[in-house]
């Protein structure tokens, strides 16, 4: 009976070969080609395995969210404002926003290295959950800035300063114009003032009480500052892109953006405007304080301002406020801390009041009782987040927990890893066979 070594023998004698070579030779050659692909068998099977393992890591870019559309009554502020993990990849947060801010963001530079760096992040008024935001023509340095950035009250906007570049080394250009981009689509809409190509010295960024108008001073060309009274106040409709001018050049002091249920509301010195862009109509009120913000409540009856004694030594702020604008004007309510900005209205008898947005307090207008929230849960953060103001009228909910997230290269570095771990195994096990069998 003929063994298979036997018969494999007579197969490499019957086979073709080069004329002379011996048959050994034939079969020797034969022994190491199957040794190579059982090695690269054994290393195909490892780096199956490493990928497959990889890929149940790998994050994959969630898909844009849909617009929102749900009733104002499920939309909430978070007690606490926890901001997206600095390695996180959730993408953009659904809108509208309840809070934007800015914090330190983790990305991948070259095969091993990092680096870190400001960026905008907001928080979904439907769900909780934070997410960067890429923001289009923001320049380097204007992110370790505060005031080029807003949120609308019903958190459906955002508007910021845009820049065109690189003109500076830091990667920053000339401003060009304003954008708003809409938290529920995630349309962005730029703009600008036709009659400057550039703008310069533009001052904070905030929208009117209605979320109707992006509100901004600034002067149409650089040189001077807000001392020289070149600066214009003026009022966008994010809807149409339509400009107001509120003020023109002429004011040495730049205005102090305020709230109202409709039209624009500002401050300036002692004296309360308001103007109505649709109708022209102006008011202006006088107070005996000197005014740093003002704001009507939603019934457009209740009134609150932030004052100090009029003159150059000033004095400490206090908070006046009442039912009406004639039971508010003398009527300072005494408070635990300095307040800083009005953070918007509960209802038409609470209004919220907050020093640098990491604490609020809600005051009852009428008997002075308060309520101190503490918005940073302890955290320490950046710079403090903008809220959506109209979202004080709902209970406030349990911040969500945000993923930490990870180093996208991780899975990758991995599989590599494994793969190439696995190819050395393989390529051993086969020497060991090869050496058993010599």
Do not use: C
Request: charged share 25%; net charge neutral; proline share 8%.
């Amino acid at each position: 009976m003929s063994t298979l070594h036997d018969r494999l023998a007579e197969l490499a004698d019957s086979a073709e070969r080069t004329p002379g070579a011996p048959a050994a030779a034939l079969w020797e050659r034969g022994v190491r080609r199957a040794r190579l692909r059982r090695a690269a068998s054994v290393a195909a099977v490892a780096a199956v395995v490493a990928v497959v393992a990889g890929g149940l890591t790998v994050r994959t870019e969630p898909p844009a969210p849909l617009p929102a559309d749900v009733p104002f009554e499920q939309l909430h502020l978070p007690e606490h404002v926890r901001p997206p993990g600095t390695w996180s990849d959730a993408g953009r947060p659904t809108g509208p926003l309840a809070a934007l801010g800015l914090d330190l963001r983790t990305r991948p530079e070259g095969l091993f290295g990092e680096r870190q760096g400001l960026e905008v992040f907001g928080v979904s008024a439907v769900d909780g959950r934070a997410g960067w935001i890429d923001l289009p023509g923001v320049s380097v340095d204007a992110r370790a800035l505060v005031g080029w950035y807003a949120l609308s009250p019903d958190g459906r906007w955002i508007g910021w300063t845009r820049h065109e570049g690189p003109e500076r080394p830091d990667g920053s250009g000339p401003q060009v114009g304003w954008s708003v981009l809409d938290t529920t689509t995630g349309e962005v809409r730029d703009l600008a003032d036709p009659a400057a190509r550039r703008v310069a010295d533009a001052t904070d960024l905030a929208f009117s009480g209605d979320s109707r108008y992006l509100l901004t001073s600034y002067e149409k060309r650089g040189g001077g500052g807000a001392g020289d009274r070149s600066h214009r106040f003026v009022a966008v409709d994010v809807r149409t892109g339509e400009r107001t001018t509120v003020e023109g050049p002429g004011e040495k002091w730049v205005p102090s953006f305020g709230s109202a249920p409709t039209g624009i509301a500002w401050s300036r010195g002692r004296t309360v405007h308001r103007l109505d862009p649709r109708t022209g109509e102006r008011r202006e009120l006088a107070l005996p304080q000197s005014v740093v913000v003002a704001s009507w409540g939603p019934d457009d009856r209740a009134f609150a301002y932030i004052g100090r004694p009029p003159g150059a030594g000033g004095g400490p702020w206090r908070l006046y406020a009442g039912r009406s604008v004639a039971e508010a004007r003398d009527r300072p309510l005494p408070l635990d801390i300095e307040p800083g900005e009005i953070l918007g209205w509960r209802d038409d008898r609470h209004v919220v009041v907050g020093r640098f947005r990491t604490t609020a307090t809600i005051v009852d207008v009428v008997t002075g009782e308060t309520e101190t929230l503490d918005l940073a849960g302890g955290a320490e953060k950046y710079a403090a987040p903008l809220l959506a103001a109209d979202l004080w009228h709902n209970p406030l909910v349990a911040p969500v927990d945000q993923p930490g997230g990870s180093d996208p290269r991780r899975p990758y570095l991995v599989g590599a890893g494994v793969a190439g771990f696995g190819a050395v195994i393989g390529i051993l096990w086969s020497l060991r066979r090869r050496r058993g069998r010599a």
